[in-house]
């Protein structure tokens, strides 16, 4: 562990104070960790190494009634089912769907799909959110039914998998981990 010092104004250090307490740091150095883990995070996704994995979600809210776009959506998944690790379908009034596909591989493969779902025609609102896996792992990448150590002195097996998620289309996705 490294201690730093560092300078900032008066106005800056009052609005780091406030920021701190309303996120519920319990000290200024863990919160000075996480805005740096976070622009670490955002410069690796912006400019990613070659083959850099990630984790990331894509929102988006659609008009189930538009002409073919749930089975657009559903056709775009299966065709990148290498990268979705589950959907989340939620029914946000009579005529507007919210979806969340859970996503993890490539950065660049990972944005380019999630960019096209929400780019895909009627899909009204999108959000992405990508993070570096080696950011929010440490660099640990779990398989199926394998051994290794939480940090508590022994290592023991078990199964990642959490059951599938059942689509309104009759599709199951599940959790599948490489």
């Known amino acids: 562990m490294q ?13 780091f104070e406030r920021l701190t307490a309303q996120r519920g740091y ?7 960790r996480d805005l740096i883990r976070s622009a670490l995070a955002e410069r690796e996704v912006a400019d990613p190494a070659p083959g850099a994995l990630c984790v990331a979600s894509a929102s988006y809210v659609y008009d189930h009634h538009e002409r073919q776009l749930a089975l657009r959506l559903t056709e775009l998944q299966h065709a990148h ?14 005529d507007d769907c919210l979806e969340t596909v859970f996503l993890r591989g490539a950065i660049e493969a990972v944005r380019a799909f999630a960019d096209a779902l929400v780019a895909e025609p009627g899909v009204r609102h999108g959000s992405i959110s990508i993070i570096p896996l080696d ?3 440490g ?20 199964d990642h998998a959490h059951g599938g998620l059942e689509h309104p289309h009759g599709v199951t996705h599940t959790h599948e981990e490489t």
């Open 3 to 15: 201690r730093i010092t560092l300078s900032i104004d008066d106005d800056l250090a009052d609005d």
């Open 26 to 32: 319990r000290n200024r150095s863990e919160a000075v």
């Open 81 to 94: 089912g290498d990268l979705v690790i589950s959907l989340m379908h939620a029914h946000v009034s009579g």
């Open 135 to 137: 950011e929010c792992t």
């Open 139 to 158: 660099g640990h990448v779990h398989g199926h039914d394998h051994p290794h150590d939480h940090g508590s002195g022994h290592s023991h097996p078990h």
